[in-house]
């Protein structure tokens, strides 16, 4: 079957395609430089490491494995580090991603799905946020995601590569069968914070404000299950493989919870108390996040089918305890 080059995907998001994309019948190869991914997460193709930046690795990697399309999930992700050290968002994530697509034009491999995220929307409280919604990156990390999505449109229009784009949501939760599932390091995601705190491994979980214009003052977000987002990643390459234009679709559900919510939630999952701080706003967060979705729904076919809050804790708590979330290397 097809191979398709995944680049992340020994990170997070990466590795659960990848899971997805041998299931369909493809053939997933992993391109990842290992400095923010696990080796111990590809387990699903081939595993070739390298660097965005080096044209030379990836051109080997394309003429070798001749993908149908690319899955591109690399990229450095920390919104608070990107604001102190913006060279290296503009560097690895728009620079790379560059490098990327003109190799993948170069060895004639003309399908690209992106990750891009809802951060790209910036502050627009109160609105639902469909895929025509402005855009105002409110960070370095947002604005390189941005400038890639610019950079597709670009290279379409000049040399024909078409591209699917998402812009997600919040992701959670893991892999159901506990084979893979989230381990950042730092981690500084709600969700494996949240359980760390709750198996000991951290003293509490601080709640980042508690003073926000909501219904119980913590900020809102739109939580969507990774098995369901990849999914949308699947569905993507086929929107490609059956020949249609450039699209640019929305991962969220369209409901928000709170972040005392998720807290509450996960009581009834793990029948323990979260230990918890009330702390000061973290700089950068946006009060509500929530994302209309209904274009991934009714054009791509999607079926966010396990994105409720208590799947979503339900596997990533099975995924700490089988495995105590962490891989070795
Ligand atoms: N939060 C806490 N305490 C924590 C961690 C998070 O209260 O220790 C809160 C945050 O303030 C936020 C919510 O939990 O309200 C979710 O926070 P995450 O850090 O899990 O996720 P973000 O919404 O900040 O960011 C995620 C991705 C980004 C992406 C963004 C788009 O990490 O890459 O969604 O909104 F850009």
């Not at 190869?29 to 699903?44: H, I, M, P």
């Not at 044209?55 to 919104?79: C, G, I, N």
Request: glycine share 10%; proline share 4%; net charge negative.
């Amino acid at each position: 079957m097809a191979n398709i080059l995944v680049t992340g995907g020994a990170g997070y998001i990466g590795s659960h395609a990848c899971k997805v994309l041998a299931a369909a019948g493809y053939t997933p190869v992993t391109y990842d430089s290992l400095e923010t991914g696990w080796k111990d997460a590809v387990k699903f193709g081939p595993f070739e490491q390298g660097d965005l930046l080096d044209r030379e690795r990836l051109d080997q990697v394309f003429a070798a494995y001749r993908p149908q399309a690319v899955m591109h999930f690399a990229a450095l992700s920390q919104v608070g580090e990107s604001m102190t050290q913006p060279g290296k968002y503009w560097r690895n994530n728009v620079s790379g991603s560059l490098s990327l697509i003109e190799a993948a034009i170069a060895a004639g491999c003309l399908d690209f799905v992106f990750s891009s995220t809802c951060a790209t929307y910036g502050e627009q409280d109160g609105v639902v946020l469909d895929e025509d919604s402005s855009q105002q990156p409110l960070n370095a990390y947002a604005a390189s995601k941005r400038a890639i999505e610019d950079m597709l449109d670009n290279f379409g229009k000049s040399d024909g590569l078409r591209s699917v784009i998402f812009r997600y949501f919040n992701v959670a939760g893991a892999d159901p069968d506990g084979e893979i599932g989230e381990f950042h390091q730092p981690e500084t995601h709600l969700v494996p914070l949240m359980l760390d705190a709750v198996d000991g491994k951290r003293d509490a979980l601080t709640i980042f404000g508690t003073d926000y214009d909501t219904p119980d003052g913590t900020c809102i977000r739109d939580y969507v299950h990774v098995m369901d987002l990849v999914d949308a990643h699947v569905l993507g390459v086929k929107w490609l493989e059956d020949g249609r234009d450039s699209r640019v679709f929305n991962l969220g559900t369209g409901t928000g919870f709170s972040v005392r919510e998720v807290v509450k939630q996960s009581g009834t999952i793990t029948n323990r108390e979260v230990p918890i701080i009330e702390g000061e706003r973290r700089p950068g967060d946006a009060t509500a996040l929530v994302s209309g979705s209904q274009r991934a729904i009714t054009d791509l076919g999607w079926d966010p089918k396990r994105s409720n809050m208590e799947n979503m804790i339900a596997d990533a708590w099975r995924w700490h305890q089988n495995t105590g979330a962490h891989y070795s290397e």
